[in-house]
């Protein structure tokens, strides 16, 4: 079991210990590829952790984007967070329904807001109803609560310092998408995408940072698998995915690592894969 740390990843028994806690707030932030067939906010409905509120990824992100849920403007999220009733002096706990999976990316937006009090639950929902903990299907009662933010410019990239970062190599630009569509030898599950990966990028598919019931592996079996895939963790890092959801698990990784020069790659492989006039590389 990992260590809790309610700046990066907390267990089941520490959330559960510390649920009824007045500063404390729990985030549903469930999301699925649209290929799935699930609905993450009927599911948070019918049954969710007690007094956790739905984050809805596609909703909460910068509508002006033709990307898919880029990170909200600052207004928009300070917004949105006030009316859940989440704001200053709260400990966050985020899940998702699938273990590991779309929490981070949520994880990852607050923390490019500024706000570290934020935590993944490791295992997730899956985790939390197979130990037979107490779920709700009632929304909590929300009161706004003030918020302040300070966007934290440097944990996100944008297309132009990804190529200059491909193109000069000082950076680690770190793909947590599938080897299979690392290497171009898969479809992307959205349209008109090209195949394959960033120049010079390296491949570390998510599932590799986690275990069977979708916790995410110890430090020490973290750090081989960034060495294992090639990774030089001294350099500063890039991550990135298809639609940067799962590169925020590879960023959540790196935080338990102790790695703090590390930055999100918003557009991701949505964007990369779209541009004919940046260069692709396979196999």
Partial sequence: MAQDDPRTLVSTDWLEAHLKDPDLRVIDASWYLPDSGRDPRAEYMAAHIPGARFFDIDDISDQRS?????????????SRMRAMGIGDGHQIVVYDGSGLFSAARVWW???????????????GFPKWQAEGRPVEDMPPVL????????????LVRDVTQVAAAAKLCDHEIVDARSAERFRGEAPEP??????GHIPNSKNLPYTRLLNADKTMKS??????????????????????????????????AMERLGKVDHSLYDGSWS???????????KG
Wanted: glycine content about 8%.
């Fill in 66 to 78: 033709d990307l898919p849920h880029m990170a909200p403007p600052p207004e928009k999220f300070i």
């Fill in 109 to 123: 937006t607050f923390r490019l807001m500024g706000k570290t009090d934020i935590a993944v639950l490791d295992g």
């Fill in 143 to 154: 009161r706004d609560r003030h918020i302040t933010v300070s966007r934290q410019a440097h």
């Fill in 190 to 195: 959205r349209p008109g995408l090209r195949s």
């Fill in 219 to 252: 430090v020490s079996d973290l750090r081989t698998a960034f060495e294992e895939a090639g990774v030089d963790l001294r350099k500063p890092a890039i991550t990135t995915c298809g639609s940067g959801v799962t590169a925020a698990i590879l960023s959540l």
């Fill in 271 to 281: 964007e990369w894969g779209m541009y004919g006039d940046l260069k692709v590389s």
